[in-house]
Every structure is written in structure tokens, then in C-alpha cells.
């Protein structure tokens, strides 16, 4: 491909090459991201990028279908038969469409919704006061405990007392096991719709390192390029459970996703990309890889825990962990991402539970190990990374963020010059690119 590319626009070509060598010469650790295989590559991009479908297969509004008919089946058996459900749906174009067309399909406008907080780890579309999803339906949200783990008793309290017409379980923060089964138990008491959303956690549910969602919730949405490590997406499926208690559940996914949604065209090249990353997760290597997945989380949570650092609820039990910062200062998120940016691994600034200070200027990080894990790095890499991060705790443990907003933007400039200079930063990001010189990118 980049033959062709690089003669046509060379810019582009540049700019590729360049998030190339970062990616390669530094540690991925946003825990939503992953390196995909060249294979998925492919698929995504091939000529089915060129095809209108608008439709389902076999009910197409355009003609010439043939092939992308038997593509769409095939990926739809593929997702059925991964997150054993009787159905599902390939087409949303990501985690937030797909999440939509649930509501679409389960709620009228103004109903009743339950999601977890934003800031105690929930997604903006589960009901965040800046979603569409809290504009057009009422959102309930609950939160977790002190401890960090979600308070069940909550949202057990919270889900008699409104009734609410849908529940999503599933996080984009949360460094512990979901509890399906007790989220079922409440929503059939009520009698709401369960939808799981499993977007961080599909590739552990496929290689069975965390308990599946499919007997106790009626739907499940995903994104497909976490942990499942496939193309950008998204999908939904309807489970058995869904099937029951609304045996129309499965049609009317299909038509909140098409046409009554936020969507026109499937993109096919995606579809089939994302079949190529599913076929992938249902080996015995995929297997091992997520169960690889959680070990080197938990021991990269106990080299931190070990050098010092705090994490939301003590520790993980998935892919991910939330550091907190608090014991530094309050807001300290933004100085840990930009400076274990500058030493060449990448996370994301992140909320704590009962944040002290706000979503932009949260007070923790969040990590993960994903992508790493895809490049076969394992327990003792995982040692020598927790050794890494705490160094650059070090460097920003004695800063502090202004409260006034001047002060603040002047004191953050300085912090990033101080930054590029740093010795102990540098040190560090060499032995990060060392590390990665061993571990190729697949
Ligand atoms: C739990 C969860 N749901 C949905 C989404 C939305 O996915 P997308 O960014 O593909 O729209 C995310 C993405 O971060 C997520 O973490």
C-alpha cells in the first residue's frame, strides 16, 4: 500500500511513518488501545471500503451485494458465535452509535436510565450530563463506594425508587470484575432492560478471562479495537435472556441501528475487519493472550502498589488500573500523562472515584496492558515498566496545580519546558525505547 502512498501524498505517507516510530519506540498504555494485526490491516483496507449497503443482508437498498451480503453473515456468525448470543448486529460505526441505537430501541424519549457516574469510571454515553444520552432520556446515576468497587446496594436502591426503563452495566474506568449476575438479579426485579457494555473487556470475555455477561443481560454493545484488538467499531448482541423477555428485541436493534438511527452506509471494510479480529480472538493463542493480559496488569499493579503508588480500589482484576495521585495533590493527572508522555509511555489523565478535583484537571491515570501484551512483553517487563512510571512520579511528586486559571496556564508552560530538559525523564525514556527494541510490533 505505502508504495502507492507515498507517491500520491507524501505528507500523509510522513505523518504515518511518524505515529509509526512512536508507537514502536514507546509503550502503549492507554488500556483502550491495542496493536492490530496486519491481517485486520488488510481487511480495513481493501475495496470494500467502496461499497453501499445501506440495508441488511438479503434487504438492500443498493444492488451489487452479492459478496458483502456473504461477508456481513459471515462476521455476524462469527460475533453470535464469540459472545454466544442468537444475535447480532456488525454495523455501528463505533462504541457511541452502537450505544445509541439501544437506547433507540429499548426506551422512549424522557424514560428512566441507569449508568455508572462519569467520573466514578461510567462512559459519557451511559447517561453523562454533556451526552445526548441525558438530554433525551432521564439519567440515574450511580457511583462507587469509598473503596472503589461499585455499591450494589446503591444501584439496587436507586433502580427500585425509579424504575428505570434500561440499565447499562460496564465501564471505561474500573479496575475490577463486573458483576453481571447481581446486575441482572436487580434489573429483572424491576423490570428493565440490562444492556452490558463490555467495549474494554470483550477481548477477556472471548478468551474467558472475565465472566461473560450473555446469561444474565438482555444486551450486550462492544467496541472492537480494545481488548478484542480489532478495527475501530462496534456491534451489538442480543442474548437469549434479551430474546425472552422481548422477542422482538433482536428487529428492533437492527432498525434502531438502521435506518431509524444516527447511521446510513455500513462500512464493509470495517465489518469484515472486524470479522478478521474475531476470528483471530477464537484461537487458543488469543486465549492465552487475555489471560496474559490480566496477569501482567495485577503485576504491574504490585510493582506500583510495592514502590509506593496508590490505585483505585488497591489493585486490578482486568486490563487496566487507576493511579491515584491524590497523596501528591489534587489534580496531578495532567503532570503524570505529560510526563510519562515525555519518557515515552503513553496513558491517559483519568478521574478517581469522588474526584476532588475536576474531569479536565482529574487527579489520577489510568494504565493498562493491552498493548503491551501484544508485543509479548510479560510479568518481569511488567516490573521493570512499574519501576519506569514511579521514577516519573518522583519528578512531579513537589508540583502542585494553581487553582487560578493564569497562574495555572503560566505554571503548566513552565512545567513542560522544565520537562524537555529533564535528565531523569530522559534516562528514563531510553530505557523505555531499549525495552521496546525487543518487543516489535507485530
Ligand atoms: C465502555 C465504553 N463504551 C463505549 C465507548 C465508546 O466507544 P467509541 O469511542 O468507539 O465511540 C467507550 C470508549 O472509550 C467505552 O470505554
Redesign the pocket.
Known amino acids: 500500500m505505502n508504495q502507492f502512498l507515498s507517491k500520491t501524498d507524501p505528507e500523509i505517507y510522513d505523518l504515518i511513518e511518524a505515529e509509526t516510530k512512536r508507537r514502536r519506540e514507546g509503550l502503549e498504555m492507554i488500556p ?1 488501545e491495542n496493536h492490530t494485526s496486519r491481517a485486520v490491516l488488510e481487511a480495513l483496507g481493501s475495496i470494500l471500503s467502496d461499497k453501499y449497503a445501506e440495508g441488511y443482508p438479503n434487504k438492500r437498498y443498493y444492488g451489487g451485494n452479492q459478496v458483502i451480503d456473504r461477508v456481513e453473515n459471515l462476521v455476524i456468525e462469527r460475533a453470535k458465535r464469540a459472545f454466544g448470543t442468537p444475535h447480532a448486529n456488525v454495523q455501528p460505526y ?3 452509535p452502537a ?1 445509541f441505537a439501544v437506547y433507540l430501541a429499548a426506551c422512549e424519549n424522557g424514560d428512566k436510565v441507569m449508568g455508572q457516574n462519569l467520573t466514578d469510571g461510567g ?1 459519557l ?1 451511559h447517561g453523562a450530563k454533556v451526552n445526548a444520552s441525558a438530554r433525551f432520556f432521564q439519567s440515574i446515576p450511580y457511583h462507587l463506594k469509598e473503596d472503589g468497587y461499585l455499591d450494589m446496594e446503591e444501584v439496587r436502591k436507586l433502580a427500585l425508587e425509579h424504575k428505570p426503563k434500561l440499565i447499562w452495566c ?3 474506568a474500573y479496575p475490577r470484575e463486573i458483576p453481571f449476575e447481581e446486575f441482572g438479579k436487580i434489573a429483572d426485579e424491576v423490570g428493565a432492560y440490562l444492556a452490558a ?1 463490555v ?2 473487556i470483550a477481548g477477556l470475555i472471548i478468551a474467558g478471562s472475565h465472566k461473560s455477561p450473555a446469561p444474565f443481560v438482555h444486551i450486550i454493545t462492544t ?1 472492537t479495537h480494545k481488548t478484542l484488538r480489532g478495527p ?1 467499531g ?1 456491534m451489538i448482541m442480543v442474548t437469549e435472556k434479551g430474546l425472552q423477555k422481548d422477542p422482538e428485541l433482536g428487529q428492533k436493534i437492527d432498525r434502531a441501528v438502521f435506518p431509524a438511527g444516527v447511521q446510513g452506509g455500513p462500512h464493509e471494510h470495517q465489518i469484515a475487519a472486524i470479522g478478521v479480529a474475531l476470528k483471530e480472538a477464537m484461537t487458543p493463542e488469543f486465549k492465552e493472550y487475555g489471560h496474559q493480559i490480566v496477569k501482567n496488569a495485577k503485576a504491574l499493579a504490585s510493582e506500583l502498589l510495592a514502590q509506593g503508588l496508590k490505585l483505585t480500589s488497591g489493585g486490578t482484576e482486568n486490563h487496566l488500573m487507576v493511579i491515584d495521585l491524590t497523596p501528591f495533590g489534587k489534580g496531578m493527572g495532567v503532570f503524570m500523562e505529560e510526563a510519562l508522555d515525555e519518557a515515552g509511555i503513553t496513558v491517559n489523565k483519568n478521574t478517581i472515584p469522588q474526584e476532588p478535583s475536576s474531569p479536565f484537571y482529574p487527579s489520577g491515570v489510568r494504565l493498562g496492558t493491552p498493548a503491551i501484551t501484544t508485543r509479548g512483553m510479560k510479568e518481569g517487563e511488567m516490573k521493570r515498566i512499574g519501576g519506569f512510571i514511579a521514577r516519573i512520579a518522583q519528578e512531579i511528586k513537589t508540583l502542585h496545580l494553581p487553582e487560578d486559571k493564569e497562574q495555572r496556564i503560566l505554571y503548566l508552560k513552565e512545567f513542560r519546558a522544565n520537562l524537555a530538559s529533564n535528565v531523569n525523564v530522559k534516562e528514563v525514556r531510553k530505557e523505555v525505547q531499549e525495552l521496546c527494541s525487543s518487543f516489535p510490533i507485530p
Do not use: I, P, Q
Open positions: 483502550s463505533s462504541g457511541s450505544n462512559h454515553t460496564g465501564a471505561t457494555d467495549a474494554h467496541t475501530r462496534g
